[in-house]
């Protein structure tokens, strides 16, 4: 009987076998980075919105206050956008006519609001509360990255769920003296660690209650 | 052109254990036999050494057990634990479960892969299927063969001493 | 999932381009099958919405129908919406207003249009939640399930929403043209030839423009229209006292109680002040406590008869017979012979009520006839309970009209009136069958109808004018005790909707007018500060009206006995418990509420008793035809034990077809067969046919198979053995395999009094609009589909003709060890520190396995996509969704949560403030709603919380605690206050 | 079929060489000539199969209320079918392993097709938990997959049991069935004459030589695969059964559950075995290799378990009395009273009424009577499951919440489907791979002594 499969038959099987575990493998690889990369997260990504608006000369520049603008923070679930009217009250005076502007005071004279596109955002199904966290220590900075230096506004963290959990699990390497809050570039004391054992305690912050599925659930 | 061996195709199992044995007598060592089903008999005449695969098997069926058990037991007790229904985080009875499943999992694919690999298939192309007369068409043929590597292999001789073994026929294999 | 997701500040511009849209929208409910066969609509549905898209027929079932008035809408409105996701500021804040944080406004609902104080919550603008207002007398913090509706019929893309000339859409200033007309032809003529029909109202401002009017134009006719009226009350009054008065009850004070065919738990604006003081005297802790009596005796079954310690169904035409034969027993006359009860209940009856005295209260319902309502009051007078438990005051909606809608027909019938203002009332639908009100109407020249929705009188008006919501209007209003509280709005009006002050204004000549300026002005007496702070309390302090001392004439004013008891069959008119004369037929929730006894949704049937059933050989569902007096009704039968024989109950307000909801419910319109402003007619018959109509009911078994489920006792009962619901029921295991979770924070539990609790629904509704809980329409309903998180069950004890009547909300149990969660295979089901039975929707993927497991069926999976998540295509009515709870989709699990948002939100403010959750801050929705506070909720590890207190009571037990599941809700077992020297019902048998 | 009166009940009649053996049951793969009535029966199944896909995809995009489900029953049609299935598979297994472990030399003929019958069995079975769930996209949650959103399995659920035993069963019986196919696929690799047959049976075939020194390992393999397969068969079916046991319903949790249900799955598996060889052998008249001495013993195996699974039924009952639960009680008697009493019936009388009439020598060797009986068992058996599934939640534990579920198009779309994508499976496999082991029964042949 004459041979059915030519001599490089069996290397060409060997070579299938062992290359189609390796493709299972980086299958598995990617399955396990992707999710986590910027492709998907959106992280570092700034989005074009209706006026550019920078972060980076309000706040780095100018220095204003983020409750300036985001004035809900301290006490509602929602940090705020600002009102036209805010934008107005310093641009009624400055840049009066820059065309960069020119929807802002469109929209303040038909009273249709600005359409800006979100940024941070989290699943309809995740309740965020801002107010709690800016009472318990977490400064803006550390979800929001260094807004002053973000010409245009972009995710500075994955928002995911493994990310909020890895605070929830474990809070105190991300508090701050709630005064400090606001603060961009934060330079912690020196006796940081210790700080933060006594705000855990003064602060009456109960890891364990944090990781209850309704706690962003509901 | 090397040669690979002799092959000599017997008609039934009988001349075929007859023949074997015969060649093992006379010194051969380097040889094989080739039967449509098993044939127990073989084993012991060509001194085919006890297979290890029972072991490899074993490994297989622990390892998945260990491996899954210690994947749950992380996930209840280290990564994220959660009060289900106020049971006790290391709820093994109901671990056990799933560990004895994938148990027999692992074991049946390392029978299985071991098999493969101990009998080094695939393998779609080997020198006996140059023989003219190998084939599993035609159902029960026997096969004797004997590797011209062997050192008793003599040209001649060997040819002769399997046609007196009642060889239907006997041809040469190249490599 | 959720509506509007918590974080943002969108719903501001939510109202603006709902109001756009909706502008835009002409009127749609008449549109929406037309729509929906379209190829535009099918592409918008095939994008947004593939499951639908999927089973959409050329022509769309009516359920797909129900979850496409969304749809529909949104293609009306904004058919070209992204799925960007795009934020918006405000573009001017108001200073008040945080986004994320609700704000909680006081103002008043009208229930038949008497007023019953309400808080309303609402975020960034958009009420979502009404709840009950403490400080005013008609509501003392509860409410009802109608109540709770009025955002939804706020929100109902059915509304009228545009000014109709003979059915086309016009503007309001063209009607204004028309109006400046009427009004110079009316000022020429004083007013000859017009009239205007009224509804029911109190509101002091209406009457005074009303009045003003009567002075502008002497000749103009003003009538009133109300299905649901009950004049007997106020003719008593006047033959007895010679001026008109109705009667205010005070249930605080009344130990033995009789009612003669009254609901007072069910019906009438004061019930639930009523219903209050009614439990409070019944609370029962302490073998040493007392509670009161009742005796009532009623012609259909009612909540108030399932209350009762001793109930007697008797034909609506014998309850003058008994009022005669109380009477007489009252003032020592040998019983009367005629009289259907025997004298064993009568003699115990009338020494019980003796021996009360002035503490004693004789009923009569607010619709029988004028010499029960008569007799009653004698009876009270002869006890001393006048003054002391009943207390006559001039009734609040007293209104001088030149008669009711009959009288207006006659009037049109004779040419003396051509021009006919209605507002707010519906005659076409609500008229009674006598008169033909459709041929009167539509020979008039000129028909004004002003109302919320399109409805069949505005088919037939020259002019229709969209009327302003109560949550969009100004407005003033009457308490049952004559309390005056002002109406604010909540909404600027989504659909340009005119407040009836407005219209008023406009017949009087002011056509362009504020309708703020028009309530304030005639609350010039109030000085701006008095005038917020009725606002913000939400009463006009100390303005109820004060009780007029009368002196009983001694023989009855020469009333007596109208009708006598006639062979044949009774029918009792009833009002639909939530659809009311058909008013609120658009509003889901309440077609989905199971009405309290029968649990019948989406629907009405002809109640009878099993003993005419069975005389009948008539079975559930099979369709009678009820005639009386030349008409008559075709409608599927639904026995009732307890209901009294050869009698038969129709309830009004369906057989509506205006409104796409009330569309989608069966059942039949009882109007059809209603003479006069009668509440029950004689000499009717029954004639089965062959046929039988769907009747959908969420509750198929009646009884309690001998399972403690209900642990119920009679108060001696209670005193000699406290701990009754131990008694021959199943030990509960204490010990347990595992070992117990510690819950040293917070262990939120819950406790209800089943003694408190009178079945009426109030919390079911609450929770449904609290977290956004999805009706699914008959189809699904009928399926065993419905989704209501807290169910009411309805069991009946002892013999079939008279049973007691048990009811027992069952909420999640929230059980320590839960058997739910251990079958969850992705942990979609979890417990949480303290203690929550926590679902997860966005984790579960649908096994069902944990409904499976639980005993107490309290889960409910969304079998199919019942609402839309999708903000951008989800329609107006999403404006009802509360932001702080996700709305579910489709394949997923659901339960009641203990209203975890709420739970959370104070969590989060208690920790702001960096101090513990007090007690009584957590309050759950379905406690908060209800009228009898049966509902405990708190913290079971504070000592002194008060749901500790409710749970150490020794009627206390947890529902099959024998299966050692360990729930958080706990029940207080039934009390009730039998007269030892009668049959105590259902006392031996069950439980 | 002729030989109804037949006494002899060898393994294997007549005297066979080893070329005719493999020359008939290799003909019926290569030559592909197939009895039209093949091709006609073919064509039902893929009409059926297509009715599978609509009702699937229609279920998937409307969602599971398209189907019978309600509350309280929540639990409907999929998963009885699930339970259906599996037990159906149970008996391919059974034969090929357990018997090869009794060392059985009749399981020679039919254990191929046996084996088959499970992996096309498991392979719908294994739908059904994916079908029955609210959002089946998200069915892999139940797989432990690391995440972004820290998801894991929740080990505790019978359901995640079920997910690994239903896995491994699938995997184990589909190794064991390729391993017994290598020497038939070389068999047909040496036969084929068109080139593409030589390279499909060559590729799957390993370049399998039947060398001694395979042969040997190969034994050993085979033979600790099948006693792997034995206890796992065992367990798979004791799992499904825990889905039921381990919930409070009443008529869920009972322990007798585990031995009952594998009793119910042999008893079905047994009857499917029948219901398919029975027209096999006649279609492919190898009325000599597949004899009625197999016929025979299915049938005695069926009435065995037939007759456990019957005590199981007797044992429920009584539990249920003598537990003195009023719940499991009162929903024992709703079983045989209530909405449910009609099927309730039915199903004992096939099950355990028409199971009866296999005592009998006559009617077991009466092919189209056996075949008969078998389908009839079939269906009891379905019903036995649906049985189980709803009656408990539909009469549990307050009685405001019973209520019954009605079924919808949808359900039997689902059912017949699936029933037709098997029959469409096991007709392929019969036209591509040799439906009868030619290497055991040529080795059976050669034990036997029956060359020529």
């Known amino acids: 009987m004459p041979q059915i499969f030519s001599k490089n038959a069996n ?44 972060h980076k000369h309000h706040v780095g520049q100018l220095g204003i206050d983020c409750r300036y603008c985001h004035n809900g923070v301290e006490s509602s679930s929602s940090a705020g956008l600002p009102a036209t009217e805010v934008c107005m009250t310093c641009h009624s005076q400055l840049f009066t006519n820059a065309d960069m502007l020119a929807p802002v005071r469109a929209s303040l004279a038909s009273g249709k609001p600005i359409e800006w596109q979100r940024v941070n955002s989290v699943p309809d199904f995740v309740f965020f509360n801002h107010a709690i966290h800016i009472n318990k220590g977490v400064a803006c900075e550390t979800c929001h990255g260094e807004v002053d230096q973000m010409p245009l506004t972009m995710r500075a963290h994955t928002l995911s769920m493994e990310w909020c959990l890895g605070c929830h699990r474990n809070p105190q390497p991300n508090l701050r003296p709630p005064r400090d809050v606001f603060l961009m570039h934060w330079q912690p004391p020196a006796d940081i660690d210790e700080i933060r054992r006594q705000l855990i305690g003064m602060l009456d912050i109960h890891p364990e209650t944090m990781t209850d599925c309704y706690v962003c659930h509901r | 052109m090397s040669l690979y061996g002799l092959m000599a195709v017997f008609a039934d199992p009988e001349a075929l254990v007859a023949a074997a044995r015969h060649m093992r007598e006379r010194g051969y060592r380097r040889m094989d036999a080739f039967s449509p089903f098993p044939m127990n008999e073989l084993d012991g005449i060509l001194e085919i050494p006890k297979s290890r695969l029972p072991w490899v098997v074993l490994a297989g069926g622990i390892a998945g057990a260990a491996l899954v058990y210690a994947l749950i037991w992380y996930s209840v007790e280290v990564d994220y634990p959660i009060n289900v229904g106020g049971r006790p985080l290391h709820s093994w009875p109901a671990f056990v479960v799933i560990a004895f499943e994938v148990g027999i999992l692992g074991a049946a694919f390392a029978g299985f892969l071991g098999l493969l690999a101990a009998n080094g298939l695939p393998r779609y192309h080997h020198p006996v299927f140059n023989a003219e007369s190998f084939t599993y068409a035609r159902g029960g043929r026997f096969y004797l063969l004997i590797e011209a590597a062997d050192p008793k292999y003599r040209k001649g001789v060997t040819r002769g001493q399997l046609t007196r073994l009642g060889a239907e026929t006997v041809e040469e294999v190249e490599a | 999932m959720s509506a509007i997701a918590d974080d943002r500040p969108g719903p501001a511009i939510d109202i603006e381009a709902l109001r756009k849209r909706l502008a835009r929208g002409g009127e749609i409910w008449r549109s929406l099958d037309e729509i929906a066969g379209t190829a535009e609509f099918r592409r918008f549905v095939e994008a947004e919405f593939p499951a639908i898209a999927e089973r959409l027929p050329a022509k769309p079932n009516r359920r797909t129908l129900l979850k496409l008035m969304g749809a529909s809408l949104s293609l009306a409105g904004l058919a070209a919406c992204s799925r960007a996701e795009s934020i918006v500021p405000y573009v001017r804040q108001p200073e008040i207003l945080i986004p994320g944080k609700p704000i909680y406004y006081a103002t008043t609902l009208s229930s038949d249009g008497f007023g019953i104080g309400a808080i309303v919550e609402s975020h960034e603008g958009r009420p979502t939640k009404v709840e009950g207002n403490p400080d005013h007398p008609a509501s003392r913090g509860a409410t009802d399930a109608v109540m709770q509706a009025a955002v939804l019929t706020l929100f109902d893309p059915d509304r009228s929403r545009t000014p109709l000339k003979d059915g086309e859409p016009a503007s309001y200033g063209d009607f204004l043209k028309d109006m400046a007309a009427l009004v110079s032809r009316w000022a020429a003529s004083q007013g000859q030839g017009g009239a205007l029909l009224v509804e029911a109202t109190t509101s002091p401002t209406a009457a ?76 029962v802790r302490d073998p040493s406590d007392r509670m009161s009596r009742l005796y009532a005796m009623e012609s259909t079954p009612t909540i108030t008869g399932a209350a009762a310690d001793h109930r007697l169904a008797i034909k609506p035409s014998e309850v003058e017979a008994v009022a005669a034969g109380l009477n007489a027993a009252l003032t020592g006359e040998a019983g009367d012979s005629r009289s259907p009860i025997d004298q064993v209940w009568m003699t115990a009856l009338v020494d019980d009520l003796r021996a009360a005295g002035r503490n004693a209260l004789v009923i009569s319902g607010a619709h029988q006839g004028a010499f029960v309502q008569a007799a009653a009051l004698s009876a009270n007078a002869k006890l001393g309970a006048l003054g002391n438990t009943v207390g006559l005051i001039e009734p609040p909606d007293a209104l001088q009209v030149d008669g009711d809608v009959a009288a207006l027909c006659e009037a049109i019938g004779d040419g003396g009136i051509d021009s006919v203002v209605v507002l707010g009332a519906n005659p076409l639908h609500t008229a009674p069958a006598g008169l033909d009100a459709h041929k009167a109407f539509s020979s ?51 659909y340009d909707g005119k407040t009836t002050h407005e219209l008023l204004a406009v017949l009087g000549g002011q056509f362009q007018t504020d309708p703020l300026a028009l309530v304030r002005q005639h609350w010039a007496a109030l000085d701006d500060d008095a005038w917020k702070k009725a606002l913000r309390d939400g009463i006009v302090p100390d303005s109820a009206a004060k009780p007029v001392p009368v002196t009983m004439p001694s023989n009855l004013g020469g009333l ?46 002809a109640l009878i008793s099993p003993a005419t059933a069975e005389r009948l050989k008539i079975e559930n569902g099979r369709v009678i035809n009820v005639a009386s007096n030349g008409t008559s009704v075709d409608a599927p039968a639904w026995i009732v034990s307890g209901h009294p024989d050869e009698t038969v109950t129709l309830s009004f307000g369906f057989g509506r077809k205006a409104g796409s909801v009330a569309a989608l419910s069966e059942g039949h319109d009882a109007f059809l067969l209603r003479s006069a402003a009668e509440w029950m007619a004689t000499g009717a018959a029954i004639t089965p046919r062959e046929n039988s109509a769907r009747v959908i009911s969420t509750q198929h078994h009646q009884a309690m198979e001998g399972r403690a489920i209900v642990r119920h006792a009679s108060l001696e009962a209670f005193r000699r053995d406290p701990r009754f619901v131990r008694k021959d029921a199943p030990p509960s295991p204490k010990e347990s395999l595992y070992p117990d979770w510690p819950y040293d924070r917070e262990a939120w539990a819950m406790a209800i009094d089943l003694s408190a609790c009178i079945g009426c629904m109030a919390c079911v509704s609450a929770c449904q609009a609290e977290n956004n809980i999805a009706t699914v329409g008959p189809e699904e309903c009928e399926r065993g589909h419905e989704m209501h998180w807290l169910r009411v069950d309805r069991y009946y004890a002892g013999p079939l003709d008279a049973p007691e009547t048990l009811f027992q909300p069952v909420p999640c149990m929230h059980c320590e060890k839960a058997p739910c969660e251990v079958v969850c295979p992705v942990n979609a089901t979890v417990h949480t520190h303290d203690g929550l039975n926590a679902q997860v929707y966005n984790r579960c993927i649908g096994t069902r396995y944990c409904s499976q497991n639980c005993p107490y069926k309290v889960r409910r999976f969304n079998f199919l996509e019942h609402q839309s998540f999708d903000k951008d295509e989800a329609g107006p009515e999403q404006g009802v969704h509360n932001p702080n709870v996700s709305v579910r989709s489709r394949g997923v699990m659901e339960k009641c949560t203990y209203c975890v948002q709420r739970i959370s939100a104070k969590r989060i403010q208690a920790q702001i403030e960096n101090r513990d959750i007090a007690d009584g801050e957590v309050v759950t929705a379905c406690q908060q709603a209800c009228p009898t506070q049966a509902i405990t909720f708190g913290d079971r590890n504070r000592k002194d919380a008060k749901v500790v207190r409710e749970k150490s009571a020794p009627q206390n037990y947890a529902l099959l605690e024998e299966l050692n599941t360990r729930p958080r809700t706990s029940y207080l077992g039934k009390i009730s206050n039998p007269n030892g020297r009668l049959a105590k019902p259902g006392e031996a048998t069950d439980g | 079929m002729a030989e109804a009166g037949a006494n002899s009940l060898d393994v294997m009649r007549g005297r066979h060489d080893f070329p005719e053996i493999t020359g008939r049951i290799g003909s019926i793969v290569l030559k592909g000539r197939l009895p039209r009535h093949f091709w006609t029966a073919f064509f039902l199944c893929f009409l059926l199969v297509l009715l599978f896909l609509y009702s699937i995809i229609y279920l998937i995009s409307v969602g599971v209320g398209a189907y019978g489900i309600n509350m309280p029953v929540v639990w409907g049609t999929m998963i009885s079918n699930f339970v259906w299935w599996i037990g159906i598979g149970h008996a391919g297994t059974l034969i090929s392993a357990v018997l090869l472990l009794l060392r059985q030399p009749w399981r020679a003929s039919i254990n191929r097709f046996a084996e088959a019958m499970t992996l096309f069995a498991v392979a719908m079975a294994g739908l059904f938990p994916i079908l029955h769930l609210g959002r089946p996209w998200f069915f892999y949650w139940l797989l432990p997959l690391p995440n972004v959103h820290m998801h894991w399995p929740q080990w505790r659920s019978p359901l995640v049991w079920d997910f690994a035993a239903i896995a491994t069963y699938a995997t184990v019986s589909l190794l064991f069935w390729y391993m017994g196919l290598l020497p038939d696929l070389a068999v047909l690799r040496d036969r084929a004459r068109s080139r593409a047959a030589q390279l499909f049976y060559g590729i799957l075939a390993l370049g399998w030589r039947g060398s001694a020194y395979h042969w040997a390992r190969y034994r050993i393999v085979y033979f600790l695969l099948a006693a792997l397969a034995t206890p796992l068969v065992v367990s798979v079916h004791s799992i499904v059964s825990l889905d039921f046991t381990f919930a409070i319903t009443p008529g869920y949790h009972s322990t007798i559950f585990p031995p009952y249900f594998v009793a119910g799955a042999l008893l079905s598996g047994f009857a499917m075995v029948l219901t398919i060889a029975i027209p096999l052998r006649w279609a492919f008249s190898v009325e000599d290799l597949i004899t009625l001495r197999h016929m025979d013993n299915a049938a005695k195996l069926m009435i065995a378990a037939g007759m456990v699974v019957a005590y199981g039924y007797v044992s429920e009952a009584f539990f249920a009395w003598y537990s003195g639960e009023p719940y499991e009680r009162a929903m024992m008697v709703q079983r045989a009273i209530g909405p449910y009493a009609p099927l309730f019936w039915l199903m004992l009388s096939l099950n355990c009424g028409v199971l009866q009439l296999l005592w009998f020598k006559r009617i077991r060797r009466n092919m189209p009577l056996l075949f008969a009986i078998a389908v009839a068992i079939n269906i009891g058996m379905w019903i036995e499951r649906y049985i189980i599934v709803v009656t408990g939640p539909s009469r549990d534990y307050l009685p405001s919440a019973w209520g019954e579920q009605s079924l919808t198009w949808l359900d039997f779309g689902i059912l017949f489907g699936s029933i037709g994508t098997f029959f469409a499976l096991v007709f392929l496999f019969i036209r591509i791979l040799p439906a009868i082991t030619i290497f055991e029964v040529e080795e059976l042949a050669e034990e036997e002594g029956k060359l020529r």
């Open chain 1, 11 to 54: 290397g060409v099987a060997r070579f299938v076998i062992w290359g189609s575990c390796a493709v299972l493998l980086i299958a598995a690889a990617i399955g396990i980075i992707l999710p986590r990369s910027g492709l998907v997260t959106g992280v570092g990504e700034p989005l074009a919105q209706p006026v550019p608006f920078s």
């Open chain 3, 208 to 283: 005074a423009q009303i009045d003003a009017l009567r002075v502008r134009y002497p000749k103009l006719k003003i009538y009133r229209h109300d299905p649901l009226a009950t004049p007997a009350t106020e003719a008593v009054s006047r033959a007895l006292f010679g001026s008109p008065l109705t009667p205010v009850y005070r249930f605080d004070r009344a130990e033995m109680i009789l009612s003669l065919d009254a609901d007072f738990l069910g019906e009438g604006p004061g019930r639930l002040a009523y219903v209050r003081d009614f439990a409070a005297r019944r609370r």
């Open chain 3, 444 to 494: 008039l020249k000129l028909l004004v109808h002003y109302g919320l929705y399109r409805d069949e009188t505005a088919f037939l008006a020259h002019w229709h004018v969209p009327a302003a919501h109560e949550l969009e209007s100004w407005s003033d209003i009457r308490a049952y005790d004559g309390t005056r509280s002002l109406v604010q709005p909540l909404i600027k009006p989504l």
């Open chain 3, 560 to 605: 007596s006995p109208a009708a006598n008891a006639t062979d044949g069959i009774d029918i009792r008119f009833v009002p639909d418990p939530w659809l009311r004369d058909g008013r609120f037929a658009n509003a889901s929730w309440l077609q989905e509420l199971p009405r309290p006894l029968t649990k019948i949704v989406w629907g009405n049937a």
